[in-house]
């Protein structure tokens, strides 16, 4: 399940929906408007079923958050481009499988990917695939 935080915009919404990428939102199908980023998120994420989860938070992109049963994906990139860099992150062979995704937080930037892996001391670093 792909959860959207509630910082993405109704037009990287539509794009996500065009692109057949299925998702819920903070906010408008799941939680509730203006949920605390740590005291409210991360509980509702551990009670769904391996979710991924989309914002634009820097906040989300800390080892610390790594758990088993998510996979949390800061995207580090221009508002307008966030459907693209979500469909982008979802198809790369290493995150495509979900199972690949979880215990992971990860950030996303034009350049590449960085992220942290459960029960791995070193952040990761690759490039993005053609």
């Known amino acids: 399940m792909n959860i959207l935080d509630e910082n993405i915009d109704a037009y990287q919404r539509q794009r996500l929906q065009a692109a057949k990428i299925r998702f819920r939102q903070i906010g408008v199908e799941i939680g509730r408007s203006g ?47 966030v459907a693209e860099y979500i469909r982008r992150f979802l198809r790369h062979p290493a995150f495509r ?21 459960f029960g791995k001391r070193r952040e990761r670093a690759m490039e993005w695939s053609s």
């Open 97 to 117: 499988p979900r199972a690949q995704r979880m215990g992971k937080v990860v950030r996303v930037r034009s350049s590449g990917i960085h992220y942290w892996s």
């Open 35 to 81: 949920m605390k980023d740590r005291n409210d998120i991360l509980p509702l994420l551990r009670a769904l079923h391996r979710p991924t989860f989309f914002t634009r938070d820097h906040d989300f992109y800390h080892p610390q958050l790594r758990h088993p049963s998510h996979c949390l994906v800061h995207l580090d990139v221009a508002p307008d481009e």
